[in-house]
C-alpha cells in the first residue's frame, strides 16, 4: 500500500494547476478543511489527507516510537509528497501541523514552496519570557480529562447521531470524525503539547503567512507573533473570529486570506 | 437576560419554568461568537459566578479548566459543528475560588439555527466512581503484568532451559506455554544424572493450571530426583511418588513417563514406565514408528496405582516422549490426534532435534500459531560413538 492509500489522500482539480495541500492538527481529520478546501479546487489542485493515526488513516501507518516526534509526521507527508510527485505545493497546516509543515519545509525545501501556518504555536508550554499559554500541569488536566472521556469515547458519542448501533451510518460516523484511538490520542496530545519548535522557525525558507484567530484560547496571540517574527519575511494576519478552528467558525474569511496569502510575494 | 419565573409567564406556556427551575445547569450560546446569552438558576450555581458576570462576556471555554478549553476548541467544538450534537462528555467546572466541579456536558445545535444549547450535570459522584474505576483499571493491568511475570519465572524453574550434554545420548527437548503463556501450565520435563552411565528422563503433566497446579509440579520434580536416587526402576519410583503425592494431600494428579538410560556396551539400555500418560513412540532408521510402555494408572489420583516397566535397548532407533497438548490441540479437523502424530513422525528426519522441532512447530500450526495447552515434547537418540 502506498502512503496516498495509508493517509486516505485525496487529489482533486484541475490538472497542471498548482498543488495546495491542507493539514489538519490535533483532533479530528481532513474533514476540518470541508468548508475551506473546496474553494480552491477551481484553480488548485487541491490535496487532503489524514495524518498517522487520525481520522480515516491506515491503522498500520501509526508507530508509538516513530510519532513520539513531530519528525515522525514530518516524514509521512514527505513521503507522501514524493510519491504525488505535483512539483512544490503550497502547504496549509492547522494547530500542530503548522510545525509539521515547518519541519518539512525545512527538511525538503524543493518540494514545499509556500507555507500558511493556521493558529500556530511553537511551543505550549510558558518558558518565560516567552509566554506559550499553557503550564506542565494543564496538559496533565487534559491528558486526564482524556482518559476520563475515553472511558466511553468510541461509542455513545456516535451512537447519538446515528442511531442504531449496528446500523452502517453508524459505523461511517464513528469512523469518520474527531474518534481516535485513545493511547493513540493519548500520545498525539503529549507530542502536540510538550514540543518545542522554535528553534526551527530561523530555517524557514518559504514565504510563509500565519493566521492568527482574534480569540483563541489554545494558541495564544503571543504564540502567533512569535513565529511571525521568528519566520524570516514571514507575514501575520488576523481573522475576526474566536476560537481555534477558524477553518470551522469562519471559512470564507479564511479562505480569503489563504487566497491573499497565496499571492504574497517572496520576500 | 436571565429567565425567571415571573419573566417567563406566559399563559400560553404550561411550563414557564421549565428553563428557569430545570434541574441542570442550562446556557445558551449565541452564534458566532459563542458567549452565553442566557443561563438559568442551576447554570449559575454550577459555575460559581453570577449572571451578571456571565451573560453577553463569557464563553463556555472560559468556565473550564484549561485541560477542558483544549479538548473543547480541538474536539468538542470541531465535533458539534460537525455532528449537531456531543453528549455525556466529562468536564471540570473551574470557579473563580480555585474550586473544580466534575461535570457531564450535553450539548446540540441545529442547522438552521447556530444557537448552542448546552446542559451541565453535576458528577461529583460518577467523578469518584471514575477514578475508582481508572484506578482500578491501572491495578489490575499491574496485577496481570506481576501475575504474568510471575508464571513465566515460576514456569521457567520448572522446565531446564536446555538438557544437559551427555555423552553419546542426544536430547531434544521444547515447550511451549499455552495461549500467551500467562497461566501456568502443568508439564514438565527433567534430564538427570544418577551415577557415571545412568540418567534419567522424566516427562509429565500434572492436572490443572495456575500456582496450586505450579507447586504440585515443582513436588513432584523434586520428589522424583531423590527418588530416583535409591529406585533404579522406574515402576518402582512411581510406587513411591504415587503415595509422596497422595500423602501432599494436594487435589492435583499427575501423569508421566519415566524413562532411566544405562550406558552398555557402545549402547544404551531404556527402561521405561508409563503412569496414565501416553506411550513413547519409537522409530527405526526406516522411518516405521511403534509405541513404546504399558499403560499404567495417573499418579495420585487412584488407590490401586499400578505401573510396569518395559525394557528396550536402543540402537539406531530414537524415542519421543510427549504431553497430551500434542494429541489434543484443536484444529478445524478436531483434535490433532495419535494418528496424524505418527504419520508426521514416520515422515521426520532421523534425528532427534529435527523430531521435537517438527512436532511442536506442526503442532502449533494445526492450531494457528495459538496453543490450546501446554505442550512438552523431548526426544533422544544414541549418538553413535
Known amino acids: 500500500m502506498g502512503h496516498v492509500e495509508l493517509l486516505n489522500a485525496t487529489v482533486d482539480g484541475p490538472p497542471e494547476a498548482p498543488a495546495i495541500v491542507f493539514v489538519h492538527g490535533f483532533g479530528c481529520g481532513q474533514h476540518m478543511w470541508r468548508h475551506v478546501a473546496p474553494a480552491f479546487e477551481s484553480d488548485h489542485r487541491v490535496v487532503l489527507l489524514d495524518l498517522p493515526g487520525s481520522g480515516d488513516a491506515h491503522p498500520s501507518t501509526y508507530d508509538s516510537a516513530r510519532h513520539a516526534r513531530l519528525e515522525g509526521y514530518r516524514d509521512d507527508l514527505v513521503a507522501l509528497l514524493h510519491e504525488l510527485d505535483l512539483g512544490p505545493v503550497a502547504l496549509v497546516g492547522h494547530s500542530v501541523s503548522a510545525m509539521i509543515a515547518v519541519l518539512v519545509q525545512i527538511a525538503h525545501p524543493e518540494l514545499v514552496d509556500r507555507l500558511v501556518l493556521v493558529t500556530p504555536s511553537a511551543r505550549y508550554l510558558d518558558d518565560p519570557p516567552y509566554v506559550g499559554g499553557f503550564t506542565a500541569s494543564d496538559i496533565d488536566d487534559l491528558l486526564e480529562l482524556m482518559s476520563r472521556n475515553h472511558l466511553g469515547w468510541q461509542d455513545p458519542l456516535a451512537t447519538l447521531v446515528a442511531g442504531d448501533p449496528t446500523s452502517a451510518a453508524h459505523d461511517e460516523l464513528e469512523q469518520a470524525f474527531c474518534r481516535t484511538r485513545p493511547e493513540i490520542a493519548a500520545e498525539f496530545a503529549a507530542v502536540t503539547f510538550r514540543g518545542d519548535n522554535r528553534a526551527d522557525l530561523p530555517k524557514v525558507s518559504a514565504p510563509t503567512v500565519v493566521l492568527q484567530a482574534a480569540d483563541d484560547s489554545v494558541a495564544p496571540p503571543s504564540a502567533a507573533t512569535f513565529v511571525r517574527d521568528a519566520i524570516p519575511g514571514a507575514g501575520l494576519e488576523v481573522i475576526d473570529t474566536r476560537g481555534h478552528c477558524p477553518q470551522l467558525t469562519a471559512p470564507a474569511e479564511t479562505i480569503a486570506a489563504i487566497r491573499r496569502s497565496l499571492g504574497a510575494p517572496h520576500p | ?385
Open chain 2, 1 to 385: 437576560m436571565r429567565l425567571t419565573r415571573e419573566a417567563g409567564v406566559n399563559p400560553a406556556d404550561p411550563f414557564p419554568d421549565l428553563f428557569a427551575d430545570a434541574p441542570c445547569g442550562y446556557a445558551v450560546l449565541s452564534a458566532p461568537d459563542g458567549t452565553l446569552t442566557h443561563v438559568n438558576a442551576e447554570f449559575e450555581r454550577l459555575v460559581g459566578r453570577p449572571v451578571s458576570d456571565l451573560l453577553g462576556t463569557a464563553t463556555l471555554a472560559s468556565l473550564l479548566t484549561v485541560g477542558g478549553r483544549i479538548l473543547l476548541e480541538t474536539h468538542l467544538l470541531p465535533m458539534l459543528e460537525h455532528d449537531r450534537a456531543i453528549r455525556e462528555v466529562a468536564l471540570d467546572v473551574l470557579r473563580p475560588d480555585g474550586s473544580r466541579i466534575p461535570v457531564l456536558l450535553n450539548a446540540n445545535t441545529s442547522s438552521d439555527d447556530p444557537t448552542l444549547r448546552v446542559v451541565l450535570f453535576e458528577a461529583r459522584e460518577r467523578h469518584r466512581y471514575e477514578h475508582d474505576l481508572l484506578a482500578a483499571k491501572r491495578a489490575a493491568e499491574l496485577a496481570r503484568e506481576a501475575a504474568t511475570a510471575l508464571a513465566q519465572t515460576l514456569q521457567r524453574t520448572l522446565i531446564p532451559p536446555a538438557p544437559p550434554r551427555i555423552p553419546h545420548l542426544d536430547v531434544a527437548a521444547a515447550y511451549r506455554p499455552a495461549g500467551d503463556g500467562s497461566v501456568v501450565g502443568g508439564d514438565f520435563y527433567d534430564v538427570f544424572q544418577v551415577g557415571p552411565d545412568a540418567w534419567w528422563i522424566v516427562l509429565g503433566d500434572v492436572s490443572g493450571k495456575g500456582v496450586s497446579a505450579a507447586a504440585v509440579t515443582s513436588f513432584v520434580r523434586y520428589t522424583t530426583r531423590a527418588l530416583a536416587l535409591d529406585h533404579p526402576d522406574p515402576s518402582e519410583l512411581l510406587q513411591h511418588l504415587d503415595r509422596a503425592l497422595h500423602a501432599h494431600g494436594t487435589d492435583h494428579y499427575c501423569t508421566a513417563v519415566v524413562t532411566t538410560l544405562t550406558r552398555q556396551d557402545d549402547t544404551w539400555s531404556v527402561r521405561l514406565a508409563l503412569a496414565g500418560h501416553p506411550p513413547a513412540l519409537l522409530r527405526d532408521a526406516a522411518g516405521r514408528v511403534r509405541e513404546l510402555g504399558v499403560p499404567g494408572t495417573p499418579v495420585g489420583l487412584v488407590d490401586a496405582a499400578r505401573f510396569t516397566t518395559v525394557t528396550h535397548l536402543l540402537r539406531d532407533e530414537t524415542i519421543t516422549l510427549y504431553t497430551d497438548g500434542v494429541t489434543e490441540a484443536r484444529g478445524h479437523d478436531g483434535l490433532y490426534g495419535e494418528t496424524r502424530l505418527q504419520s508426521l513422525l514416520e515422515q521426520c528426519s532421523h534425528r532427534p532435534h529435527a523430531i521435537t522441532d517438527r512436532i511442536t512447530d506442526e503442532v502449533l500450526r494445526y492450531q494457528h500459531g495459538v496453543a490450546s495447552d501446554d505442550i512438552a515434547v523431548v526426544t533422544f537418540a544414541a549418538r553413535p560413538a
